[in-house]
């Protein structure tokens, strides 16, 4: 009977050591888990990143509406007194220069 007993005991024991280690990500798993944070840092980055650089005409025109609401006046906010930024290389012959 203590035979019995002992390997019923070792049983439950090896049993809850499985249970208790966790199993290293593999194959399929892996894989979803790395898209899953593909995807999370996508979704993330996009707004900031992506579609205003897909979009700009969008978020000028969305900057201009918010300035003219607020009665904000680029100059007026310029650090240091600075003047507001131009194109250096603004030249006549340039396309998309009038």
């Known amino acids: 009977m203590a035979t019995h ?9 090896n049993k809850k050591e499985r249970i208790k ?5 593999k194959g399929w798993r892996y894989g979803i ?3 899953g944070i593909v995807v ?7 707004p900031v990143i992506i579609s205003p650089y897909l979009f700009p005409e969008k978020w000028k025109k969305q900057s201009k509406e918010i300035r003219e609401v607020y009665d904000i006046k680029q100059e007026d906010i ?4 600075m003047k507001v930024w131009s194109d250096p290389f603004d030249r006549p012959g340039k396309p998309g220069n009038k």
Do not use: D
């Open 5 to 13: 007993s002992t390997e019923i005991y070792s049983r439950e024991r």
């Open 21 to 25: 280690m966790k199993q290293p990500l």
């Open 33 to 35: 888990f790395i898209g």
């Open 40 to 46: 999370a840092i996508g979704a993330a980055i996009y």
């Open 78 to 81: 310029q650090p240091g007194g």
